[in-house]
């Protein structure tokens, strides 16, 4: 191999988990000249759950960043989907089998921990540098060979412009580099609103010393889902079972009038509430631990699928390529082996020519593509399950969940079917772009 690859510049734009996961794959396979821009001060620490699928362990342990996130994450064993109005159960699937199948448990976590987790081991690494604070604007693609953006620090620094062999856009759903790369193509892809919006609640153990119920819940290794006619509420225990986690997803009623790029914004706690009114006094009383000030709201956008995600020697990564609803938990873990499967795709260069690196670039775009698109569009089609109201569909959904308590079946919340989890956890991205790569570079 030629080691001038290793030597190629390559930015990447934002430092989101699909960012950092570029940042470090890259690192890992000997690039030398990464650099990384990141408008927040920090990594931003989101305070909220996030599940850890097998898919996404398996990259993150390959990359030697999976411990740190290990020790602080909780296994689950268990799922229970349950009536939001009444609490009964509709099914209960074991999920111990996953680690036996898939070599990893299904594991849920802190966002914080998932992130430092990446980022400590992207400290680790010094051919990585982080630009804090720095917003990438000016996003220019005209000279193919020379991608360029303009990086304007935040504290009033001077402006410069930076131009990389290699720009990775892991710019988010709100993405630059999408605008532009759908631009030169002359393509329009807007942001598609799903009329969807999600509470994010952690609600801490002090908090709740004297519910017996809550404490078992966060003592627990069981994901909980409630739902009802057009909202549910996925619950979980992070952080050493110290916090109790709730994501909610109910119709985009506070935002619609918005036409704005505001995707995430304070709550009101009674509307919150009134969401949910009708929903048992357990996810009453959960919802009424959330401080006044406190509630979260985000609104969730996906967009329709790209025609490409790549432009010469430009790539897009994570959501700002294939943006998600999180009804299969898994929008983080794409991001993430978009990262992993880069890396490989780009180490593997013959050559540091604009051609190949815009081949090595489209290997990637094919081994990841059709996989991320499938998993949104299925995304998609659990959340509409579980959201049906009275009628024939949610009859046969129901049927559905009845037949699987009485033995076996298909389960209509796809995050627990094990046909899906074979899908989605089986699928060894590193692997596949390690043995693909050859012959589908050669076919380009
Ligand atoms: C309610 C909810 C629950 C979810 N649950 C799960 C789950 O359980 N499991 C899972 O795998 N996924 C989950 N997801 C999805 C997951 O959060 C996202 O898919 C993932 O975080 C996307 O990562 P990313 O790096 O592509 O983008 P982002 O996390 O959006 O990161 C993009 C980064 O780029 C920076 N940036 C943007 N523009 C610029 C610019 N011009 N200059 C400099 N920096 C810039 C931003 O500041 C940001 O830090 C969930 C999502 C939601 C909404």
Not at 70 to 92: F, N, Q, W, Y
Not at 99 to 126: D, W
Not at 276 to 288: E, K, T
Not at 335 to 348: F, H, N
Request: charge should be negative; include cysteine.
């Amino acid at each position: 191999m030629s080691a001038a690859v290793k030597d190629l510049k390559i930015a990447i734009i934002g430092a989101g988990m699909g960012g950092l996961t570029s940042a470090l794959a890259l690192a890992r396979q000997g690039f030398k000249n990464i650099d990384v821009y990141e408008y927040a001060v920090d990594l931003g620490f989101v305070g909220a759950g996030i599940q850890l699928a097998p898919n996404m362990a398996r990259v993150l342990d390959g990359l030697d960043a999976w411990k740190e996130i290990e020790a602080e994450a909780v296994h689950i064993d268990d799922t229970s989907v349950r009536v939001g109005a009444d609490d009964s159960e509709l099914a209960h699937v074991k999920l111990e089998y996953i680690k036996g199948e898939y070599g990893y448990p299904h594991m849920v976590g802190h966002r914080h921990s998932l992130a430092s987790g990446l980022y400590n081991g992207c400290k680790k690494e010094s051919a990585i540098k982080f630009h804090f604070s720095t917003g990438a604007e000016d996003v220019d693609l005209s000279d193919a060979t020379k991608p360029s953006f303009k990086a304007v620090p935040r504290d009033g620094g001077e402006p410069y412009v930076v131009r990389p062999d290699i720009l990775l856009g892991a710019d988010g759903i709100k993405s630059k580099t999408r605008v532009e790369l759908l631009e030169r193509l002359g393509v329009q892809v807007g942001v598609k609103d799903t009329n969807q919006a999600a509470y994010r609640i952690m609600i801490h153990k002090d908090q709740c010393k004297d519910d017996p119920e809550l404490l078992a819940l966060i003592s627990g290794n069981r994901v909980t889902r409630w739902i009802g006619e057009k909202r549910h509420i996925i619950a979980y225990p992070v952080s050493n079972n110290t916090i109790y986690n709730l994501s909610t997803t109910q119709p985009d009623t506070n935002f619609a009038a918005a036409t704005n790029a505001t995707y995430t914004t304070k709550g009101s706690k009674p509307a919150m509430l009134g969401v949910f009114a009708d929903f048992c006094p357990m996810v009453q009383r959960m919802l009424n631990y959330v401080p006044d000030g406190e509630v979260c709201e985000w609104k969730l956008r996906v967009h329709e699928p790209l025609p490409t995600w790549v432009y010469h020697s430009v790539a897009l990564v994570g959501d700002a390529c294939h943006p998600t609803l999180p009804h299969l938990a898994q929008g983080a873990a794409q991001a993430i082996e978009d990262g992993a499967v880069l890396a490989i795709a780009l180490a593997r260069l013959p050559d540091t020519t604009p051609e190949s690196i815009n081949k090595g670039l489209r290997v990637y775009e094919k081994i990841r593509k059709g996989r991320a698109e499938a998993l949104v569009e299925l995304a998609a089609a659990s959340g509409r399950a579980l959201h049906l109201g009275e009628g024939a569909a949610k009859e046969e959904r129901d049927r559905q969940f009845a037949a699987l308590k009485a033995g076996k079946g298909p389960v209509p919340d796809k995050w627990a079917d094990a046909d899906v989890q074979r899908e989605i956890y089986g699928f060894d991205c590193t692997k596949v772009a390690e043995e693909s790569f050859d012959e589908l570079f050669a076919q380009l």
